[in-house]
């Protein structure tokens, strides 16, 4: 539907010049010609007339308000619980679904068919496969889609039960909802396993602990459950609790001695009458990880800074840290070791030179920590990082972080302790970094940002590390007598040290996973990056990924290095262990890696089948609308009413090209006749 309206009032003073400017022509032409007759005279000055009027009007530019009126059916969203703790009830809720489809289409609405994890066309291809129920991010994501529509309301089908995400009741959402229960509510005998508490990884010959949290419903206090461990398929222990209370704890441990990822299962004896036995057992996996990684700390005196960076590597379960003095380190084998810290290291008198080659010899990482007895000559001469071209005594200087460097990341609250930090003693001089060598700190003198380094770093085929400045511990002295977090600052050097130590060979080719285990729901995602020779990265390289399953089954793909890589994601996998090779060539030659990650299955529907039907009238009555049972009908439903979009354009009558033809047809129809009449 369109109306048209005259947007502009044209002023009396426009209107008379259109009348006047017509009525000039109209008579200048005919009326004070004596060839025609009166009729002809008021039939060609009537045409002139008009078509001078139209005309001139049209050349004052008049605009008309164009609106366009569309009428639209208000929309029901059925939002349909496709998790598997629907199954049972399954065939019930599609026959629901059907009626209400059919009975709201009748009724004038347009009828949108949605699920937890897609959309639908029809209630016939509902599939009830969802592993997990998080209702509050469905309803977050729908209240988005529908924003700017024409929602009447959603009516959702759900059992009530959750297992993801935030509670449902935490949020509010901006549309009318009314809830169809299904399933039972009645409380059942059912001995629940919920899940397992472990880490995901352990060292070689280390004894882990795994905790299951027991759950019990409508069991008697002192029931007896019999609880089962399994390593694969061979059974490691057996033990039996008593039920006490609802929610218990059973613990087991085992000690791996090979390395490798082991699936394990937790397994509680059904008991006669329990409502389900699905949910007696779960599995889990464990990556079981070469020996704890070795550090060494040389220093050259006694020193408070030794002292802060032992407190660095406290309660580090991965890294093992020894200090020793140089006295101590004549016999000291470095292939036993993943990273070497000098501190105060070479000097005139201990120049190490022996410990010093053997890293560069084996490719053992190695970090100078530098002190007013450092002897710069010789650490020049051994360095590989920074060169110190030393004009004076000392500088004192602080750090600012450089943005540039992302091989990890920057501990929250780091860089706001930096700026606090007080000065170091750096020497004074000229710093030169060496080719390949990246600053992460560098040197502020005053509020003056230089391109000296304060820390850096090497990271190529022997990685070294240098930390100029002395006097760290006063960095941490400094934030625990203001009371603030020393966590970034300790973490920060952490992943300074890690990143040194825990490559033990150069690799020009770093692809795995995005994580070591993933859901049956998730998918695959891989990252891979390329480095040249001095370990910068470069782009566009074709890297071959090879996946084996536990059956020996191979699936084979490939994809590119590219700057910023989002990765390269695999399908949905089955439940169990895979292995996978990236294989690439740079200037002709054959890089590998290789590696292992877990699929799991989450099993979340199959620990509660209990129907949670106040959960789903507490968010009814929040969202104003109505509650029912499957096997009732929801009263009240109206016929919709139509929704009117109105859309408004300005357009200038000119524009009308009917207008311009209208008048070169009374031109015309005026110049036959006066050629006609004239003739007579």
Known sequence: ????????????????????????????????????????????????????????????????????????????????????????????????????????????????????????????????????????????????????????????YSDGIENSGPSVLSSNYKFKLDAVGVGDTTERMDVKLLRIERNENVYKGNTFLARGVVETVGVSIGTKLQVSF??????????????????????????????????????????????????????????????????????????????????????????VLEVKSVTEVKQTLVQDYQLIIFHGLPTYTNQVNRLISQTKLKHVPAVYFLTNQTYLPLFNASCNVVTIKQKGDVNYITGYLNDEFDYFDIPKGFNQLLKDFPPLAAPYGDYKLKTGSKSLIGQQVGKL???????????????????????FWKWRLESLMRGKNIKPLDDYFFNYFQLLANNRSFERLKASPTKNEFTTNDKISFKGFTYNELYEEVYGKKINLLVTNEKGEKQRFSFLS???????????????????????????EKFITYGKYVVIKLNLEQINYQADFDRLRSLVDRQKGQFNEINQKIIGEKEADQVIHSSFEEIELIEYKWLFYLICIMLVIEWFLRKYWGNL
Not at 285 to 312: C, S, T, W
Not at 449 to 471: A, H, I, M, Q, R
Request: net charge positive; charged share 25%; with cysteine.
């Open 1 to 156: 539907m369109e109306q048209i309206n005259l947007l502009e009032r044209f002023e009396f003073w426009k209107i008379l010049i259109c009348f006047l400017g017509a009525s000039l022509g109209a008579f200048y032409f005919y009326f004070r010609s004596q060839d025609y007759s009166k009729r002809e005279q008021w039939t060609l000055g009537s045409l002139r007339f008009s078509s001078f009027f139209l005309l001139i009007f049209l050349l004052l530019g008049p605009k008309i308000r164009q609106v366009t009126n569309q009428y639209a059916s208000p929309i029901i969203s059925l939002l349909v619980d496709d998790s598997e703790s629907m199954t049972i009830n399954q065939n019930k809720v599609v026959d629901r679904v059907k009626e209400d489809v059919d009975k709201f289409t009748k009724l004038g609405y347009k009828v949108h068919l949605r699920g937890f994890s897609g959309v639908y066309s029809h209630p016939d291809s509902i599939r009830f496969i969802g592993q997990k129920t998080d209702l509050n991010n469905v309803l977050t994501r729908l209240n988005e889609f529908y924003y700017g529509l024409d929602l009447q309301k959603v009516v959702l």
């Open 230 to 319: 399994y390593k694969g398929n061979r059974l490691l222990t057996d033990t039996v609790i008593k039920s006490q209370y609802k929610k218990m704890m059973v613990s087991f441990k085992d000690t791996p001695s090979k390395i490798g990822v082991y699936r394990y299962r937790m397994v509680i004896k059904p008991l006669s009458g329990e409502a389900s036995d699905v949910n007696n057992s779960k599995d889990f996996f464990m990556e079981v990880l070469e020996g704890q990684d070795k550090v060494l700390l040389v220093y050259n005196a006694p020193h408070p800074d030794v002292k802060a960076l032992r407190e660095i590597f406290k309660d580090r379960k991965n890294f």
């Open 449 to 471: 940002n230089t391109d000296f380094p304060l820390l850096c770093l090497k990271y190529g085929e022997n990685k070294e590390g240098v930390f100029v400045g002395e006097g």
């Open 562 to 588: 590219s700057q910023n890589s989002t990765g390269f994601t695999l399908p949905n996998q089955k439940e169990g262990i895979y292995s996978y090779s990236c294989e690439t060539i740079l200037n002709d």
